[in-house]
């Protein structure tokens, strides 16, 4: 049995499938978050790094992965992943140290760092001016290794297949494939902005300032991680390694064939309920039309503040109060929309919830 044709490589083309890949990272994060103290231990951490480590470096055989892995544009998100991951495991590491030092009535270790203070001159100056040079000597060594990702000047008889925007708008750009640009380009960066605006008026937590923990306040750092890891990083991630030749998905092992064209059957919810399920035409009046869908969309920003506060945010409810705890139910409901739409689109063919392009406007 070939190990890597009859094992690694199927099971890391399904895990790798849009629809397996944003859920099975959601579930890898929260299973982080839960046993961060056992799963931050320098041994465990470093033997599933080795093993990840060891499954990038053999795939580099297979010349599709190579392909794409060593492009010039790709290179700095190869590095932006194994950084995030280290990253990653160096606060959960720092969180479960000073978790335990606070069960023992220990400060943490931010505070006894505190104490150990430096001059700026000539001590910060020298490090940073050290930085500096290292910086400057590396970024020298990859511009003569590396080729710059250039290309011809634009034209409109020719126009890269896929044409993608650069690695920070990745992200952003995924999501403009599931929702109307109103959408993705403005309401939703805006609520980003307002939502990290909104923190310090609505987190009464006065835990975990200037230290790391997450026992402390785990639900900042579970919606932030998310918010950040899940719905950004691994948007780009999804964007730069596995959106290929038009627009299509690709395996990491899939060469990127520019003739496969893969046939779009997305439907609506006025479709699916008047033509699917009732057997009927759609209505011409766009009330009438979409009413299923502006219902579905009213009662889950009516009714979901209600249910989490029943439910998973109910200690949070009181502390919160009223009025901050609908504005973070609303943040919390409308991040999650994204993820909830990208599922639709790739379980159902789900297109929009509601359509009234009598007035351009799609949700």
Not at 125 to 154: D, H, K, Q, Y
Not at 224 to 234: A, K, R, S, T
Request: glycine share 6%; aromatic share 14%.
């Amino acid at each position: 049995m070939d190990l890597f044709q009859d094992v690694i490589r199927p099971a890391v083309t399904f895990l790798t499938r849009p629809e397996i890949l944003l859920p099975v990272a959601s579930v890898a994060l929260a299973l982080a978050l839960k046993y961060y103290r056992v799963l931050s231990q320098p041994k465990v951490a470093g033997l599933l790094g080795l093993v990840f480590l060891g499954w990038f470096v053999g795939s580099l055989w297979n010349d599709n992965f190579k392909k794409v892995i060593t492009k010039p544009d790709n290179i700095p998100i190869v590095l932006l992943v194994f950084s995030v991951l280290f990253l990653l495991w160096l606060c959960l590491r720092r969180a479960a140290l000073n978790d335990e030092r606070a069960e023992r009535d220990e400060p943490p270790l931010e505070a006894i760092h505190r104490r150990e203070t430096v001059l700026v001159w000539p001590d910060l100056v020298m490090v940073e001016f050290i930085c500096l040079l290292a910086v400057s000597a590396l970024l020298t060594v990859w511009s003569v290794g590396i080729r710059a990702p250039l290309e011809e000047p634009a034209s409109a008889a020719f126009t890269p297949n896929p044409s993608k925007a650069p690695w920070y708008f990745l992200g952003l750009q995924e999501m403009l494939v599931y929702f109307d640009p109103w959408l993705a380009g403005v309401v939703f960066p805006t609520l980003i902005i307002v939502g990290l605006v909104a923190i310090p008026y609505v987190d009464v937590n006065p835990k975990g300032n200037g230290y790391f923990t997450i026992k402390e306040r785990r639900f900042s750092i579970t919606v932030f991680l998310f918010g950040f890891l899940i719905f950004w990083v691994v948007l780009i991630f999804i964007g730069t390694f596995l959106r290929g030749a038009n627009w299509n998905f690709f395996g990491p092992y899939d060469k990127w064939d520019p003739h496969l064209q893969v046939p779009l059957n997305n439907i609506d919810v006025s479709e699916i309920v008047w033509v699917k399920m009732l057997k009927l035409g759609r209505p011409a009046h766009w009330l009438q039309r979409e009413i299923f869908g502006i219902l579905m969309v009213l009662g889950y920003f009516a009714v979901g503040p209600a249910l989490l506060a029943k439910t998973v945010l109910k200690p949070l409810f009181k502390p919160l109060g009223f009025v901050r705890f609908s504005i973070v139910a609303m943040l919390l409901l409308c991040m999650v929309s994204l993820p909830l739409k990208m599922l639709g689109r790739w379980l159902f063919n789900l297109k929009y919830i509601v359509t009234i392009p009598e007035f351009f406007f799609n949700i």
